[in-house]
């Protein structure tokens, strides 16, 4: 669920019904989606090679890039105005389903032109247009889920949001138990399969959830007004995507040897957006107390050096191991091309934890609502990535693309740390600087130990892992009252007196 939609919801819902949501939609993510990702879709790979998903992966980026045409910042906007006038919603909520038929159009002239541009041609075309159709469904179970968001369905929202990944766990986890063979064009039709069956439960509920509203006179909505609403959360979105998304697209494009590059490159990127799902879901966590604590004129900064505490020693575990040992960690979900991309994996797990920490600053900028200052880092950030990746592709191929997504990273959290710190100043943010130095060098102490040992490394990993999760309990590293405060009693009687006052 994107994150910009909790505030408004918290109008109508209890901390304790939102935090029970929460924990539902963040278990459901956490057992499901990267279990896909990890053994289905790696699988995937594993068995059809690199150079053929190296062709699909492209694609797919390219179709999610583009998804701004088909969303326009409608589903946050929605969320937000349903939850807000639960009285006077459906015709604006019905003017969005108007407009989200005319961005259509849009997106598949977008996303075919500029394919062909690129120079797809034949099956590769073909594909494009499939992913992309893909991307029309998946938009439409998005813009359902918003509704059931607003509406306070938060229970079938959760179950809808890991839904068709359920059914693709199961259908193509099986499939590849039974065939020795696959190929891509199974995978685009499972999903496709998935999506509409996910879309068409999800929008039964929502039917079932309109019949319990009161009856409200049917009134004209402006489909532009809808699309201009939405449309600020729309161009970060993009910006975020665009220094996520347009590194495969460039390396498979320009490479020498481009389609096997950009499968490598996939390998490791796999497992940052497994890793990545924790910062995410934790960022849904943080953006209504940062809200609620803004509006009450209440100190932030304790619970955002805490919560960046706890994933600063989750992040850092993952990278100190991976640049020790990369080729055991990708041993786990591959049998084949290991060697190839072991050296991209570091890069992007220290992408990952640094990215981890945009989660806290980019979430407590978005509760202060400075989208205009985020979108500008965000466009930063994009121009940088663009530009390090035409630099070093030529010369480092997937490799250069990891370098330039942990470059472009720590450029833009540090800006967005830096805002924070400055817009609420105190030497109490200290303590980050003295966790970051404390952890790196327990962490680098236990991986270079680790590694000096004469033991397999598939038993070594993870007890490093296991050490340097533990070292965060080290007096100085982490405040673990962090996380008992978010769901503590204390909490929701603040919330709930704030709910209160404003009814």
Request: charged share 15%; hydrophobic share 55%.
């Amino acid at each position: 669920m994107p994150f910009f939609a909790y505030e408004a919801i918290l109008t109508k819902l209890s901390m304790k019904q939102f935090l029970s949501h929460l924990s539902l939609l963040m278990l459901l993510n956490l057992l499901i989606k990267p279990a896909y990702l990890l053994l289905v879709d790696a699988r995937i790979q594993d068995v059809v090679g690199p150079e053929e998903f190296g062709r699909y992966f492209p694609l797919l980026s390219l179709s999610i890039l583009f998804n701004i045409l088909l969303d326009a910042g409608l589903s946050n906007h929605m969320t937000r105005l349903i939850a807000s006038q639960r009285d006077d919603w459906q015709a604006a909520y019905s003017a969005g389903w108007k407009a989200k038929g005319v961005l259509i159009p849009f997106y598949f002239a977008a996303l075919l032109g500029t394919g062909w541009a690129l120079g797809y041609r034949g099956e590769s075309l073909q594909w494009l247009a499939w992913v992309g159709g893909n991307q029309v469904v998946l938009s439409a179970v998005l813009f359902i889920r918003a509704g059931l968001q607003g509406l306070g369905a938060h229970r079938t929202d959760a179950w809808v949001s890991i839904l068709d990944r359920a059914m693709l766990l199961v259908g193509l986890g099986t499939l590849l138990a039974i065939q020795p063979g696959f190929q891509i064009a199974w995978l685009l039709a499972g999903t496709t399969l998935a999506l509409i069956a996910a879309g068409s439960i999800a929008f039964w509920r929502l039917q079932l959830n309109r019949k319990h509203l009161p009856f409200a006179p049917k009134r004209s909505s402006n489909i532009w007004l809808q699309l201009r609403e939405g449309w600020p959360y729309a161009l970060l979105f993009l910006l975020m995507m665009t220094y996520h998304r347009v590194d495969a697209i460039m390396l498979e494009r320009s490479a020498t040897n481009g389609a096997v590059e950009a499968g490598w490159y996939a390998m490791s990127y796999r497992l940052f957006e497994a890793a990545n799902m924790i910062g995410y879901l934790f960022a849904t966590l943080l953006l209504p107390y940062f809200s609620r604590m803004l509006a009450e004129k209440v100190d932030v900064r304790p619970l955002a050096i805490g919560a960046s505490q706890l994933l600063l020693v989750g992040g850092g575990t993952i990278a100190w191991t991976a640049c020790f040992w990369p080729d055991t960690l990708l041993q786990l979900f591959y049998d084949h091309e290991i060697a190839e991309a072991a050296p991209i994996l570091p890069w992007l797990m220290v992408s990952f934890a640094i990215f981890a920490q945009g989660y806290v600053f980019s979430t407590l900028l978005t509760a202060r609502k400075d989208l205009r200052f985020l979108n500008t880092v965000a466009a930063i950030g994009a121009i940088g990535n663009i530009a390090l990746n035409a630099i070093w592709i030529p010369k480092y191929g997937a490799l250069g693309c990891a370098m330039a997504s942990a470059i472009t990273q720590a450029v833009v959290v540090f800006i967005q740390c830096a805002s924070s710190i400055l817009k609420h100043p105190g030497s109490v943010w200290w303590k980050l600087a003295r966790s970051l130095a404390l952890h790196s060098l327990v962490c680098g102490t236990i991986c270079w130990i680790g590694s000096r040992l004469d033991v397999d490394a598939q038993f070594i990993a993870p007890a490093v892992i296991t050490a340097c999760l533990l070292a965060g309990f080290i007096p100085g590293i982490m405040d673990d009252s962090t996380l008992r405060a978010l769901l503590s009693n204390k909490m929701n009687t603040f919330a709930a007196s704030k709910l209160k006052s404003d009814s």
